[in-house]
T-cell receptor
């Protein structure tokens, strides 16, 4: 069964540095998402992406964050000048072209900011 | 604003027994979907079951079933014949698709332990 894959599984970064989290969505999916889960808290929506542009973003997704689909397969989340509070699990998800299709999640990237 | 509430931070069940996880939600939309996702220690978010709001019939997937009460905005998950592999965090999620791309709104989760 096709899967969403995320790399790396764990990223440790110094505060103030830039980090790029990578995702390969399921190949025929058209909608892409990033979610964040701070330890012990609920999963929170960050951003959705369709047709090479952001379609929706939450209040969390400020100017520090950006997303990109640099080629036909990858979907990246960049965090500029990371802060301690950016430490969290970051999940990528994708779905097909019908809104009622479920989102399929990757295994997540654990981001630790030191 | 849409919200999802899971009032049980932790639950425990004996192997082979039945357990019910609670979820309530709030939305002003008439069309929406509800999901239960499972997150085992391996961290992956796995879809367990989903329910379309316009369907009155409760969804079932093998040992997993839901009790969907639309008027009460309640969406509980029942796990029958619990197995050790069912131990995980369970998240209830609401999907609105009226005009948006359909981002998920999650509850805080319920940690389920299964005792042998």
């Amino acid at each position: 069964e096709p899967e969403v894959t995320q790399t790396p599984s764990h990223q440790v970064t110094q505060m103030g540095q830039e980090v790029i989290l990578r995702c390969v969505p399921i190949s025929n999916h058209l909608y892409f998402y990033w979610y964040r889960q701070i330890l012990g808290q609920k999963v929170e929506f960050l951003v959705s992406f369709y047709n090479n542009e952001i379609s929706e973003k939450s209040e969390i997704f400020d100017d520090q964050f950006s997303v990109e689909r640099p080629d036909g397969s990858n979907f990246t989340l960049k965090i500029r000048s990371t802060k301690l509070e950016d430490s969290a699990m970051y999940f990528c998800a994708s779905r097909g072209d019908s809104t009622n299709q479920p989102q399929h999640f990757g295994d997540g990237t654990r981001l630790s900011i030191l | 604003a849409q919200t999802v509430t899971q009032s049980q931070p932790e639950m425990s069940v004996q192997e082979a027994e039945t357990v019910t996880l609670s979820c309530t939600y709030d939305t002003s939309e008439s069309d929406y979907y509800l999901f239960w996702y499972k997150q085992p220690p391996s961290r992956q978010m796995i879809l367990v079951i989903r329910q379309e709001a316009y369907k009155q019939q409760n969804a079932t997937e093998n040992r997993f079933s839901v009790n969907f009460q639309k008027a009460a905005k309640s969406f509980s998950l029942k796990i029958s014949d619990s197995q050790l592999g069912d131990a995980a965090m369970y998240f209830c999620a609401l999907l609105n698709y009226g005009g948006s791309q359909g981002n998920l709104i999650f509850g805080k989760g319920t940690k389920l332990s299964v005792k042998p």
